[in-house]
């Protein structure tokens, strides 16, 4: 058993029995809730909001909710979800207009303070922020919809970042979301991955608990 993090991303999920499939989900093994939030203004699509954070929590989710913030501006809505329970916030530099003040509100709401890169964002946008963040995710699809494909160029720009965390030497999660499937985590986590999201893959495969040992083995192997 390897010690990285799955987090199912409930975009994929049965949104009428969304308490029962977090249920499911985190009772087939899964370590964390990831909650994409979308604005259609940000990105093209709509989804969910602090409400559905506190619902889950108030169902009974344990789990950290990993909340990935597509929507603009993002700090106007940062203390509803850290209220809402939040236990990490991601957001993109793209969609803050003081990324370095957005970590610091994060942070002073009690969450773990993330920093998202789309497919087309350079590294270089962690260059002066990566020893106040606790966790980097890097696209591996352009955001707004589930179930797209992984693009390869993705492992260079995680082998590029998963040097820049260790040559700080503070311990920063690398987290990657988009097309990650049983069949390519292997490869994900060899590029220096350790939290991986997957919507598509788990929630719409039959047996929840099988997918994510799959997953689990893969990067182990
Ligand atoms: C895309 C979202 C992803 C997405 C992942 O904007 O951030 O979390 O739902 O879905 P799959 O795993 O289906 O690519
Ligand atoms: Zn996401």
């Given at each position: 058993?390897?010690?990285?993090i799955?987090?199912?991303?409930i975009?994929s999920a049965?949104?009428a029995r969304l308490g029962?499939?977090?249920?499911?989900?985190?009772?087939?093994?899964?370590?964390?809730v990831?909650?994409?939030v979308?604005d259609?203004?940000?990105?093209?699509?709509l989804?969910i909001?602090?409400?559905v954070?506190?619902?889950?929590r108030k169902h009974?989710?344990?789990?950290p909710i990993d909340?990935h913030?597509m929507?603009?501006?993002?700090?106007?809505?940062v203390p509803?979800?850290?209220?809402?329970?939040?236990?990490?916030?991601s957001?993109h530099?793209e969609?803050?207009?003081?990324?370095?003040?957005?970590?610091q509100?994060?942070k002073?709401?009690g969450?773990?303070a993330?920093?998202?890169?789309?497919?087309?964002t350079?590294?270089?946008?962690?260059d002066?922020?990566?020893?106040?963040?606790?966790?980097?995710?890097?696209m591996?699809?352009?955001?707004g919809?589930?179930?797209?494909a992984?693009?390869?160029?993705t492992?260079?720009?995680?082998?590029?970042?998963?040097?820049?965390?260790d040559k700080?030497?503070?311990p920063?999660i690398?987290?990657v979301?988009?097309?990650v499937?049983?069949d390519?985590i292997g490869?994900?986590?060899?590029?220096?991955a350790?939290?991986?999201?997957?919507g598509?893959?788990?929630?719409?495969a039959?047996?929840?608990?099988?997918?994510?040992?799959?997953?689990?083995?893969?990067?182990?192997?």
């Amino acid at each position: 058993m390897s010690n990285c993090i799955i987090a199912p991303s409930i975009l994929s999920a049965d949104f009428a029995r969304l308490g029962e499939e977090v249920d499911n989900v985190i009772a087939a093994g899964a370590d964390w809730v990831h909650f994409d939030v979308m604005d259609n203004h940000y990105v093209p699509n709509l989804t969910i909001g602090p409400m559905v954070c506190q619902a889950l929590r108030k169902h009974g989710v344990t789990a950290p909710i990993d909340v990935h913030l597509m929507v603009e501006p993002v700090d106007r809505i940062v203390p509803d979800f850290a209220e809402a329970g939040a236990s990490l916030i991601s957001f993109h530099p793209e969609a803050s207009k003081h990324v370095h003040r957005t970590i610091q509100l994060i942070k002073s709401h009690g969450c773990k303070a993330g920093l998202v890169l789309n497919p087309g964002t350079p590294v270089e946008v962690l260059d002066w922020v990566l020893e106040d963040l606790d966790l980097v995710l890097l696209m591996s699809v352009n955001p707004g919809f589930g179930g797209q494909a992984f693009i390869p160029s993705t492992l260079d720009k995680l082998r590029a970042v998963r040097a820049m965390i260790d040559k700080r030497g503070k311990p920063v999660i690398l987290e990657v979301d988009g097309g990650v499937k049983a069949d390519n985590i292997g490869q994900i986590a060899a590029a220096g991955a350790d939290a991986f999201v997957a919507g598509s893959a788990i929630f719409n495969a039959p047996d929840y608990a099988q997918v994510i040992a799959q997953m689990r083995g893969n990067v182990a192997a």
